[in-house]
């Protein structure tokens, strides 16, 4: 099956830096979204995103399909942004719909 | 905005007990789907669902996990016979299409002792 790849798997920063996390995936994908888990163990849509570069507020995301890897910019960091990020993927041509989760990446935002 | 929303938040159950989980997709969504999580691992795949039937399910999703789509809004997932490794959060999620965004509710918590 498709390998999802997050890096870095835990990360601490400094309210107010940026940081960019990566998610890079073994095959062809028609869906990539990233989510944030709260400490309250929710999923939040942060992006649709198969192709292209899309901005939300201080997030950012950009996927290069052809390259097979996906891109999550946070800027300004706040506490708030503390979580763990999935990425996850639904396989292109394989008949199968279901979204293929990376592990995740722990971000951990200090005051 | 429209959302999936999941009942209950939290369930406490014993081992060897029914458990059914609901969800209520985003109501033009016809594509519906049940994800876990254990608890500190990554998310897991357990079931597609379109049409009144199963289009999908993963190693998971054995004899024991059942869905249903028992009226116009709800959607549900039961669990016949909970085991102890059950235990984990349980995701609902629904799209207007196979290969668009899909959004998730905020999921059920699961505790069996």
């Known amino acids: 099956g498709i390998q999802v790849e997050q890096s870095p798997p835990d990360l601490i920063l400094q309210e107010g830096a940026n940081s960019t996390l990566r998610c890079n995936f073994s095959?062809?994908?028609?869906?990539l979204q990233w989510f944030h888990q709260n400490p309250w163990g929710q999923l939040i849509n942060l992006f649709y995103?198969?192709?292209g570069t899309k901005q939300n507020g201080r997030l950012s995301a950009t996927t290069v399909a052809t390259e097979r890897y996906s891109l999550l910019y946070i800027s300004s960091s706040q506490t708030t942004d503390s979580g763990v990020y999935f990425c996850a993927v639904v396989v292109s041509g394989a008949g199968s719909y279901q979204l293929t989760f990376g592990k995740g990446t722990k971000l951990s935002v200090i005051p | 905005e429209p959302e999936v929303t999941q009942t209950p938040s939290h369930q406490v159950t014993q081992m060897g007990q029914e458990v059914i989980l609901r969800c209520v997709p985003i109501?033009?969504?016809?594509?519906f789907y049940w994800y876990r999580q254990i608890l500190g691992q990554k998310v897991e795949f357990l079931v597609s669902?379109?049409?009144?039937?199963?289009?999908?399910k993963s190693e998971i999703f054995d004899d024991q996990f059942s869905v249903e789509r028992p009226d116009g809004s709800n959607f549900t997932l039961k669990i016949r016979s909970t085991k102890l490794e059950d235990s984990a959060m349980y995701f609902c999620?629904?799209?207007?299409?196979?290969?668009?965004?899909?959004?998730f509710g905020p999921g059920t918590r699961l505790t069996v002792l």
């Open positions: 095959d062809s994908v028609n869906n």
């Open positions: 999620a629904s799209s207007d299409s196979w290969y668009n965004e899909q959004f």
């Open positions: 669902f379109y049409n009144n039937e199963i289009s999908e």
């Open positions: 109501s033009n969504h016809l594509y």
């Open positions: 995103i198969p192709s």
